[in-house]
């Protein structure tokens, strides 16, 4: 079946430390999409991703889609402890609809 | 604007007992996702609800079984729990069921099987 390999599932860092969250998938993406969820919450829409070696970026957060739709990133510049949760990559393929296929997460600590 | 709500908050079931879990989509959306999240684990799609009708469903068995009303909302239905039942379960809603719509998640109701 369709899956998304999500790595590493936990990172502890210091604050003010960068951090990236890699997702892979072994067949090609129509899209993929990156939520945030805080201990106990639900998980958050942070960002879509569609196109070929797309690049976006919201304020100390920076996505990647791989060239290939392939594999994604996302990588958070100076963590602070707001930064803290788990981040999901969910991908979608071609056929799938609204079908999201979700990552196991990275589970983000942040040491002040 | 309301966004997606879900009713109960929390659950407590015995082991072969049936279960309605409750979803309204945020205001102006008509298509709603049901999701299982395990402990620990990212969530996994159950089925997907449009237009009155089930347009995808995951891997899961025919215990889980579902509905959309008229008005958009949406129930999850589990038959006969087992105690691998016990999860956090989201409902998502968006407008419509398109490749690259954006879905919003409600709270979640956690459901524990005793």
């Known amino acids: 079946g369709q899956q998304v390999m999500q790595i590493p599932q936990y990172q502890h860092v210091q604050e003010g430390e960068d951090f990236t969250t890699y997702c892979n998938s072994s067949?090609?993406?129509?899209?993929i999409q990156w939520y945030k969820q805080r201990p106990g919450g639900h998980p958050v829409f942070l960002i879509q991703?569609?196109?070929?070696?797309e690049v976006k970026k919201q304020k100390r957060l920076t996505f990647q889609f791989g060239e290939a739709k392939k594999n994604s990133s996302l990588h958070i510049t100076a963590t602070q402890t707001t930064d803290v949760g788990t981040y999901f990559c969910?991908?979608?393929?071609?056929?799938?609809?609204?079908?999201?296929?979700f990552g196991i997460g990275t589970k983000l600590q942040v040491i002040p | 604007d309301a966004g997606v709500t879900q009713s109960p908050t929390h659950l407590i079931k015995t082991r072969g007992q049936q279960v309605t879990l409750r979803c309204s989509p945020k205001?102006?959306?008509?298509?709603v996702s049901w999701y299982q999240q395990a402990l620990g684990q990212g969530p996994q799609f159950i089925f997907q609800?449009?237009?009155?009708?089930?347009?995808q469903r995951g891997n899961f068995p025919d215990r889980f079984s579902g509905h959309q009303f008229p008005n958009y909302s949406s129930e999850l239905n589990v038959n006969a729990l087992l105690l691998g039942d016990s999860a956090l379960y989201l409902c998502?809603?968006?407008?419509?069921?398109?490749?690259?719509?954006?879905?919003?998640f409600g709270q979640g109701t956690r459901l524990t099987v005793v």
């Open positions: 969910a991908g979608r393929w071609a056929g799938g609809y609204q079908k999201v296929t």
């Open positions: 998502a809603s968006s407008l419509g069921p398109g490749l690259n719509t954006e879905a919003f």
């Open positions: 609800y449009y237009e009155e009708e089930e347009r």
């Open positions: 205001s102006g959306h008509d298509t």
């Open positions: 067949t090609t993406l129509s899209n």
């Open positions: 991703l569609v196109k070929s070696g």
